[in-house]
């Protein structure tokens, strides 16, 4: 299977304080290596042939043997407008015949099979989602139940995301920034995005994937287990810093 795949690295994350006050988000280092360089060997080790990264905050701090693209409007959009501007690469690579196009946050790390997992669904649109997301979330909250979200999913497909949950029997996983699409499903992406008008740079990520199902459009939901995680804070990146030097960590993606 022919893949390539889009970083989208837009944004400055705020949360991370100073450690983003020169640079974005996606140069901040965890366990050695900054977050950009480990997404970049994961989506290489799943042999993706052409990967693009999206910037905008400090956008002249990443730079390497990848293609780029801007979103200038990086600080008034999200992150479904920043995967708009890769509109131009993404009709370039499937046009050369890949057949998946991966789609992958800045800020979070993953283990190669996760990509290659994802490369197997049928579906025109599919996410990952971590089926061993409560360890990761008692991590890094006091309570993971104040930051989850609800996410069903039913014989591989996503029936539930995004909404305020009641107890962990809400949470059959958590969705992890890591999506995919075949030529049909990016078409229904474009399309979609159109209908949203101009409620698009308000509408994130999740709040798109709730979009999709309300009017029937299937997602495709692949589970993984562990081995990845997601750095919002410096706090995370301290206890993931202290998880790894422990050993053993189930989440450790490297």
Not at 12 to 38: D, F, I, Y
Not at 68 to 90: G, I, R
Not at 143 to 166: M, S, V
Request: proline share 4%.
């Amino acid at each position: 299977m022919k893949a390539s795949a889009i970083i989208l690295a837009a944004g400055r994350g705020s949360r991370m304080k100073e450690l983003t006050e020169e640079k974005p988000k996606c140069l901040v280092e965890l366990a050695g290596k900054p977050l950009l360089h480990w997404q970049l060997s994961a989506l290489r080790a799943a042999q993706h042939e052409r990967i693009l990264v999206v910037r905008g905050y400090a956008s002249s701090c990443i730079h390497g043997e990848f293609e780029t693209a801007e979103n200038p409007h990086w600080a008034s959009s999200n992150m479904l407008s920043t995967l708009l501007c890769a509109q131009s690469f993404a009709r370039n690579v499937f046009e050369q015949g890949v057949d998946r196009l991966v789609v992958s946050y800045s800020d979070i790390v993953y283990h190669p099979a996760h990509v290659r997992k994802l490369l197997t669904c049928g579906t025109g649109i599919a996410i990952t989602f971590d089926t061993e997301w409560e360890a990761l979330w008692r991590l890094r909250f006091d309570d993971p139940l104040l930051d989850a979200e609800t996410f069903h999913q039913e014989d591989g497909l996503l029936r539930e995301i995004g909404g305020k949950p009641r107890s962990l029997a809400d949470i059959h996983g958590q969705y992890m920034g890591l999506l995919s699409f075949d030529r049909s499903g990016w078409e229904t992406l474009i399309q979609c995005c159109a209908e949203l008008g101009d409620t698009l740079d308000a509408t994130d990520m999740t709040g798109f994937l709730r979009w999709l199902l309300a009017r029937g459009i299937p997602v495709g939901a692949v589970p993984v287990a562990g081995k990845w995680c997601e750095a919002d804070s410096g706090t995370d990146i301290e206890r993931y810093e202290h998880a790894l030097a422990h050993g053993n960590w189930p989440h450790d993606w490297r």
